[in-house]
């Protein structure tokens, strides 16, 4: 392929036809403009031709335009032209003399084949510009220390070959990429699409996380359910074949068959969750060491949802997870940690001084009364909790019930979080996390709804002479139930509580919280004993031996026994479940007024408790300003003012003396007169005693002598 192109040689038009060589064209454009002149004219394969008839204008406007297309722009000579104020020019060579173009030979293949002969670069003279977009002194000053080209052009190929760190890409790769999509799509004003064509060329790239599937682009979806189904996808996996099956797991109820009676009664978790809460509870007596586990319930919170399962430990099972979350691990053992407790003991610093107290000041008389000791394997701690967020999430255990928060737990009322972490602010004050509000619940709720068909239970035989103080007694399962008709389950008299009842001081056997304050009293004995000997004491009574025992309703009572609602209600409304249908081919519900949520269904020799709700007992309307809103719980009395009583003798009744009291007057202060005869009368009893001290010493004296 050749290329007929015109050149400026020597200030003539020089015409020629050379092959397409993009190195020694690259090479060319690489030089300064004088020297390419040159070394066009010597490699030119083809003949000159000079058209005389060119007039200068035309010579001009040609080198003006090769010059422009082939010179190489000096930045130093560029910044000098914005600069300073003289016009543009451009550098071109010096015209040829007419002596020496009529000196040019006739044969030009001659020429062409005589060895070329190094002539000296013309001087370089600055020619103004004709064209409007060359503003610029056109003068190229080569440095005299320069590297070669092309160790230089490879450099500059490295670094720009150099990947990032974070995308694992070169500017190199890119702008090829972006140069071949310039040209491929030619997009109108492509200055401007530029980087929009960059930023896209950047974002179909991506970094693999396995090499091997460099392939597959990896997809991150933030969905809420997505993190769910994860979790509920495990449920499904089975155990390898190679391993025996699990022997001794606790027993499971059939949920997917209790949902049916649920369903009855109007409570329904769908099918596909109920399946779901079947495998999770499966998943929750494989993990734990549990005896038996049932579907407690599920409640409601602000911010989420509890499903709570009631588990039955193995008799002789360790419960160290319980120990972790109620706090009562055993303590290490002393002298484990003797070398670094001493060295710590050293370089610790010395503890500061204890205030001294003074023994002329009183000391308040009170009695600190020690917290209720926690049932443990018994009462309301007789069974675990565990609860959850949805089918599939990880089974969390809930704390014992402590006797004082469940005490509180009567005082006020809360709305649940969903936060187990949450804390409790409340009056009178909680000090406790929601995990503990919610087991107080719990074991409220289960004590008060928890029941059974009449005969289902029976005592344990075995235990019927157990007499010791604070004994529960112990039901079993009667072999001998064979159920009642739905007719007979409509009656609450056929329905009792199989689950104790609390006590109000959170317990469901009666302690004396005074017992351990009587002992320690006991211990101390000396002086104080003497004191009370000899009239000094206070006199007051020892509340350990004061203290009345509480009560509540025995274990297997009826629910007709229970307290009506105050609007004057029942405590349970019981109703057959369809009245379309003959009541023995209906399930029969029971329904608690008292802690709505608790539903009991039954049909024929099948029953299940369950409670789904907030969790909160009914407001009745005597206790809220208005429906739905509660009263806040009633301060105490303010304290009166003391008194001063006085008894005196009952001429009637000997025995119970006649109580005055007698209220305090405010005492008017004396004038100036009065408190100065008081300090005078003063004065002279103290000069009285004086006097009467000195006649005795003189007596004394006179004895002696």
Known sequence: MFVHSLWVVDGQPHSRCRPVDNNLHKRYWQEDSIACNQRRREDCQCPRKIDQTKTMDESETAATETV??????????????????????I???????????????????????????????????????????????????????E??????????????????????????????????????????????????????????????????????????????????????????????????????????????????LWEWAGVSFGRE?????????????????LKSV?????????????????????????????????????????????????????????????????????????????PLPREIRVGVNRYVYYVCAYPGASWIRLPDVIPEKLQISRQIRKHFTGNLKHQIISYPKFEADEAQYLRCQIARISAATVASPSGYYMFDPEDEGNEEEGHQPTIIINPEFEGLQNDALLLTTNWV????????????????????????EDEEGGDEDEEKEEGEGDGDENPADTAEPETGPPLLSPLVNDDDIPEGGPAWVSRACSSLSPIKFTP????????????????????????????????????ALKDGMMLPPVLPDIAKEFVLIEKEENPDDPENPIIKEKQLTEQKDPTVEEENAFEEAKRAKEEEA????????????????
């Open 588 to 623: 029969v519900t029971l329904r608690s007024t008292r802690w709505p949520g608790a539903i009991i269904v039954a049909y024929n020799d099948k029953f299940a408790n369950i409670y789904v709700g907030d969790g909160h007992g009914d407001i009745g309307k005597g206790l």
């Open 147 to 260: 590297i070669p080209e092309d160790v230089e052009f490879q450099l500059a190929r490295a670094f720009l070959l150099q990947n990032s760190e974070k995308s694992e890409m070169n500017l190199y790769d890119h702008l090829t990429l972006t140069m071949m999509r310039v040209l491929e799509t030619r997009p109108k004003n492509a200055i401007d699409m530029f980087e929009s064509i960059s930023s896209e060329i950047k974002r179909s790239k991506f970094r693999a996380i396995d090499p091997v599937s460099s392939i597959f682009r990896p997809v991150y979806d933030n969905a809420p359910g997505v993190d769910i189904a994860k979790a509920q996808v495990k449920l499904f996996e089975q155990p390898p074949q190679d391993e025996p099956p699990e022997e001794g797991l606790g027993e499971i109820p059939d949920v997917m068959d209790l949902s049916n």
């Open 294 to 370: 049932r579907l407690w319930g599920k409640i409601f919170g602000t911010g989420g949802n509890y499903i709570i399962t009631e588990g039955e430990l193995k008799d002789g099972a360790t419960d160290e997870e319980g120990d972790a979350v109620n706090g009562t691990g055993e303590p290490a053992e002393e002298g484990a940690d003797g070398g670094d407790a001493a060295a710590a003991a050293e370089g610790a610093e010395p503890a500061a001084a204890l205030p001294v107290e003074d023994p002329t000041i009183p000391k308040p008389k009170t009695r600190v009364i020690p």
């Open 690 to 705: 004086k006097d009467a001290a000195e006649e005795g010493e003189e007596a004394a004296e006179e004895e002696e002598d």
């Open 91 to 145: 550098i071109a060579a010096p015209e040829d003399t007419p002596e020496q173009a009529t000196a040019a030979p006739a044969d030009v293949d001659a020429v062409d084949a005589a060895p070329a002969t190094p002539q000296p670069p013309p001087e370089a003279t600055l020619i103004e510009s004709t064209t409007p977009y060359l503003k610029r002194k056109d003068k190229y000053v080569k440095p005299e220390t």
């Open 273 to 289: 969750e109920t399946f779901l809460l079947f495998l999770s509870l499966r998943k929750l007596v494989a993990e734990k060491p």
């Open 497 to 520: 509580h199989h689950v104790p009842y609390v006590l109000p001081q959170g317990r469901t056997s009666w302690v004396n919280p005074y017992a351990s304050l009587k002992k320690s």
């Open 68 to 89: 422009a297309e082939t010179a190489p722009i000096d930045a130093p000579a560029a910044v000098e032209s914005a600069e300073s104020e003289s016009p543009p020019a």
